[in-house]
């Protein structure tokens, strides 16, 4: 898919703005037709999104204070890899545990998106984990306030259908489970 005709050059990169999450890289490009521009773009790590899955067909969801739009948002559990985690699988699996306290009998991968690539290069892995079950208290990070939920998938379904969850990543998740990979679950 990579068209070298629209490739950028980069000159400089620099780091503009650093804390702790993600930092602003500043760079100077040369673009297909030999200008020269600044362009700023967030960076941050790999980072994951679970879609934890009961027994009894509850969502295990979770609802946390966002201060970027101060609100309680619906969600799923989620946040960026660490340097303990040995890979995507752990990190999703540590993320599950800590915000919600619940453990799964096993992950299957759902997919890999871009959210936002015109101004980020952010990369969300997204998994499936399946029977999730509470088994400790939750361990949240100093700046998380969050409340586990346990609707049901239809309806999860419905709030975003109807426009009353507007997490992307809650839309992306269950409409790519609904459209893709349910049915796997019934063969």
């Not at 500043?26 to 673009?31: G, M, Y």
């Not at 879609?51 to 966002?66: A, F, N, Q, S």
């Not at 919600?100 to 096993?106: I, L, N, V």
């Amino acid at each position: 898919m990579t068209d070298d005709s629209l490739s950028w050059e980069t000159i400089d990169s620099t780091v503009a703005y650093s804390c702790p999450g993600f930092e602003i890289v500043n760079e100077t490009v040369q673009l297909p037709d030999g200008t020269e521009t600044d362009f700023d773009y967030l960076t941050e790590p790999p980072s994951v999104c679970i879609l934890p899955l009961t027994p009894d067909g509850e969502v295990v969801c979770i609802e946390e204070w966002r201060q970027a739009v101060s609100r309680v948002n619906y969600g799923l559990p989620a946040g960026g890899t660490e340097s303990d985690d040995v890979d995507l699988e752990a990190a999703a699996r540590r993320e599950l545990r800590e915000e919600t306290g619940y453990e799964a009998d096993r992950l299957e991968s759902l997919v890999s998106v871009e959210p936002a690539n015109g101004f980020a290069d952010a990369v969300i892995h997204f998994f499936v984990a399946r029977g999730c079950r509470p088994t400790a208290a939750q361990r949240l990070d100093h700046d998380e306030s969050i409340r586990v939920t346990t609707p049901s998938l239809e309806e999860l379904t419905d709030a975003v259908a109807d426009g009353a969850l507007r997490d992307g990543r809650v839309v992306l998740a269950l409409s790519y489970y609904r459209l893709f990979a349910e049915d796997r679950d019934e063969e």
